[in-house]
T-cell receptor
């Protein structure tokens, strides 16, 4: 079974500073994928970044980067130069191996509420 | 380009009633997944459909059912509603091929309140 743990219920950061949101995972499968999603108060889940378990380099998407440490089973999200609009819930999620079915059965963590202060 | 659209956005039901939630995926996406998000928790997987076939089911009772239509839109049905079914129901579609194959595109959800 796959499990995602996010130990930070809430985080605060000053505008323009960087922040790291923690995520650890547990799986016995060698093949998996890790995601970060942002959920503003409107409810829509917004895709931020994806890391495959066999990807050699850490994923980056603009101001978002994923610090992937496979041996430690961690996939922390780093947001650089925080903006007021970054205030939202952030979820870490994992997908199972690609076996031709249920590829999109994501397991989510409980989330971290990020507040960016001006 | 239109994103994933869900309807209704909000609805209130009473215990024992039935509800149908609808989802239209992004054009060209053939896979649709449903998730339940209870307040204060992360989303939980309910169903995945691909090419009108059920490809995965989460740990939900048989009161929950779904289907996918030839145009790849989908319905989630919940019978005999319980108070605990109150949640945000999220639909997500996926490209299943090409760049971004693993990305799920979510709609804004249907917020169900059961009284």
């Amino acid at each position: 079974a796959q499990k995602i743990t996010q130990t930070q219920p809430g985080m605060f950061v000053q505008e323009k500073e960087a922040v790291t949101l923690d995520c650890t995972y547990d799986t016995s499968d060698p093949s998996y994928g890790l995601f970060w999603y942002k959920q503003p108060s409107s409810g829509e889940m917004i895709f931020l970044i994806y890391q495959g378990s066999y990807d050699q380099q850490n994923a980056t998407e603009g101001r978002y980067s994923l610090n992937f440490q496979k041996a430690r089973k961690s996939a922390n999200l780093v947001i650089s130069a925080s903006q007021l609009g970054d205030s939202a819930m952030y979820f870490c999620a994992m997908r199972p191996p690609d076996r031709g079915g249920s590829n999109y059965k994501l397991t989510f963590g409980k989330g971290t509420l990020l507040t960016v202060n001006p | 380009d239109a994103g994933v659209t869900q309807s209704p956005t909000h609805l209130i039901k009473t215990r024992g009633q039935h509800v149908t939630l609808r989802c239209s995926p992004i054009s060209g996406h053939k896979s649709v997944s449903w998730y339940q998000q209870v307040l204060g928790q992360g989303p939980q997987f309910i169903f995945q459909y691909y090419e009108k076939e059920e490809r995965g089911r989460g740990n939900f009772p048989d009161r929950f059912s779904a289907r996918q239509f030839p145009n790849y839109s989908s319905e989630l049905n919940v019978n005999a509603l319980l108070l605990g079914d109150s949640a945000l129901y999220l639909c997500a579609s996926s490209p299943t091929s090409g760049r971004g194959i693993w990305e799920l595109f979510f709609g804004e959800g249907s917020r169900l309140t059961v009284l």
